[in-house]
């Protein structure tokens, strides 16, 4: 028996409610998903009781890291986490509560270490300083879990891993296979859906262009995803008809409050810059992540021109670094997806200038998301001022997110070349696609008005792979029906999406090794036609309006085998008169092997046997 004496007992209650504290401030978190390499792990961790709108702003005082280690190798990760309110707002809309998550996707199988850090402090959310102190409750909490092999194969990119740049002209998974997109580029308001949570839909700032994307409605399947008892469909069934038309990306952008939607941003209201709504934002990422599923693609826009001085003035300063880490900590996670820094970017060239930053501060801004994002996913821009000086090892950029600005797309080649071939000059080989091929006012229009989209076919989507691309979004002009604010129905342009897929499969099935692949169009006799070739291997020869064209092989030895493949019907690779030729001279490839349509375009296959 142990006789407590009464001189003992404050000593024993402090004691008791110090292990009562203690107790609470290492509550054991909970550990979400599959356990598989590449499938999305999130920690839960049961933190302050707060809310959107408290006192203390739990989006900004807060900081939240957890250091992912990989015991056998060493490979280590520090992830953002972000303030998650009762850690279901999706479905409950809730705009408080105590859980905090961080989302950790792992590349390797075998043992996971972490370890948490949790501060509190004035703007710690964008701080780096050691002086911040300790938050509590799961500070400097560690465990352990075991991630085993990806049970995932075919289009859902759990099966490919994250895709990167490599310092070549093309993405490339961790699985080792290159990436090749088409898709979506519009219509850049594609978030404003009337069945996410916020008050956007009736505020009176453009409500008419808020979307409900009824028409996609029966493009939802029986067990995709939803939220608050069967919410979502509509924008659910839209990516999943992109997918099955054979397209792999989609773009949108996440804030234009001050843009010509005024419908999509990632705040509570209009006006405050340092808090988030929640569950907006997790109904946003129930989508995202059925995006990953479909092995689709995901563009980041993340400012357009009218809001490129909303934060800061433009700088990279407290609102706009806490902007892109939330962005980061929400959704950075995700397989494949680049961070667009700017859409319709402005010219500060320009008298006055139609941008509030000089070349300094989009460095700057690079650096901060590259330092920030664990993962580092592709971090790209559009020109508008051109892309001088954001060029070689010194940046962060690592491509270019191409416009222009032709009705016909005739300036889609030769800018890609011309990216490829000033980034390569100065240093670093940038990964370029052509995310707005066109003009404004028309660009990709409707099948009703082009049902062949012939200009778009040629010139933008084969002049764009034919150049060195890794591919093409595509834009809708705002003077045509379903524009790019006001599409809701991406049928509009079922029949181009055809013509995507038909340029994707011919890369693709026919085991064409793209990447190691360069533009050679002073190859083929025929002026304006392109020429796409891995030397002394391979040659793709795009002959715009068909008939006899000459290649020059005099470079060559061996012998090639010519095939046909017609890029507006696709199918199966087909033979010609000439079924082979001889390298060590210039060679006509005969006539395309349908007689009636011998004067359209046609792509030929020369491959050494």
């Known amino acids: 028996m142990i006789i407590l004496k009464k001189r003992n007992l404050p000593l024993l209650i402090a004691t008791f409610l110090g292990l009562l504290l203690f107790t609470q401030s290492t509550k054991a978190q909970e550990i979400e998903g599959a356990l598989k390499k590449w499938h999305k792990v999130t920690l839960k961790f049961e933190g302050p009781q707060t809310s959107e709108q408290a006192a203390e702003n739990p989006f900004l005082n807060y900081r939240l890291n957890v250091t992912f280690t990989h015991t056998a190798t060493g ?52 701080r780096n300083s050691q002086k911040i102190k300790s938050a509590g409750f799961m500070d400097g909490k560690t465990g352990n879990f075991t991630i085993e092999e990806t049970d995932k194969s075919g289009r859902d990119f759990r099966g490919k891993g994250m895709l990167s740049y490599v310092g070549e002209r093309y993405l490339k998974f961790q699985n080792g296979e290159y990436f090749l997109k088409c898709g979506s580029d519009a219509p850049e308001n594609f978030l404003a859906y009337n069945q996410f949570d916020g008050t956007f839909k009736t505020d009176g700032h453009k409500d008419e262009l808020v979307k409900t994307w009824s028409a996609h409605a029966k493009d939802w399947k029986k067990g995709d995803p939803t939220w608050k008892n069967g919410k979502g469909k509509e924008i659910i069934g839209a990516i ?18 001050a843009g010509d939607d005024q419908n999509v941003f990632p705040y509570i209201d209009y006006d405050t810059y340092d808090r988030f709504d929640v569950s907006k934002l997790d109904q946003w990422e129930v989508l995202f992540e059925h995006a990953d599923k479909l092995g689709m693609f995901l563009h980041f826009k993340t400012l357009e021109h009218e809001n490129q001085g909303l934060l800061d003035n433009g700088g990279t300063g407290l609102y706009t ?152 979004e595509w834009y809708f002009g705002y003077k045509h029906p379903h524009s790019d604010l006001s599409c809701q129905d991406f049928r509009s342009r079922d029949l181009f999406w055809n013509q995507g897929k038909i340029c994707l499969d011919f890369f693709t099935k026919n085991n064409i090794p793209f990447w190691e692949m360069e533009a050679h169009d002073a190859l083929i006799a025929t002026k304006g036609d392109y020429v796409f070739a891995k030397p002394q291997e391979v040659y793709v020869v795009y002959l715009k309006n068909g008939g006899n064209s000459t290649l020059n092989l005099t470079s060559e030895t061996g012998n090639f085998e010519v095939l046909w493949y017609n890029p507006r019907t696709g199918g199966t690779l087909q033979k010609g008169k000439i079924t082979s030729i001889k390298g060590g001279s210039k060679h006509a490839l005969g006539l395309p092997p349908n007689k009636k349509e011998q004067q359209k375009d046609w792509v030929v296959l020369i491959r050494k046997v």
């Open 240 to 257: 999943n008809y992109l997918a099955s038309k054979g397209m792999n990306a989609f773009s949108f952008l996440t804030m234009n409050i």
């Open 321 to 472: 670094k806490l902007y892109y880490r939330e962005l980061i900590a929400r959704f950075g996670h995700h397989l494949a997806l680049n961070w667009n820094l700017a859409e319709e970017t402005g010219d500060w060239t320009a008298n006055p200038p139609t941008f509030p930053l000089d070349v300094a501060e989009r460095i700057r801004l690079a650096a901060y998301v590259a330092e920030t994002d664990p993962y580092k996913h592709h971090i790209v821009i559009h020109n508008g001022a051109w892309f001088d000086g954001l060029y070689g090892e010194n940046t962060k950029f690592t491509g270019a997110s191409l416009q222009t600005n032709k009705a016909d797309f005739s300036q889609v080649h030769k800018q890609i070349l011309r990216v490829l071939k000033e980034a390569k000059a100065a240093g670093k080989i940038w990964a370029v696609a052509c995310d707005e091929p066109g003009d404004a006012q028309h660009a990709l229009i409707t099948d009703a008005e082009d049902p062949a989209h012939d200009n778009a076919r040629k010139n933008g989507l084969w002049g764009a792979v034919m150049a060195g691309a890794w591919g093409t």
């Open 75 to 126: 490979e280590k990760y520090r992830i953002p986490g972000y303030y998650a309110a009762d850690g279901n707002a999706a479905n409950t809309s809730a705009e408080a509560g105590a859980i905090w998550n961080v989302h950790f996707l792992p590349n390797k199988t075998g043992k996971w270490h972490y370890e948490v850090d949790f501060k509190k402090g004035k703007w710690a959310a964008v």
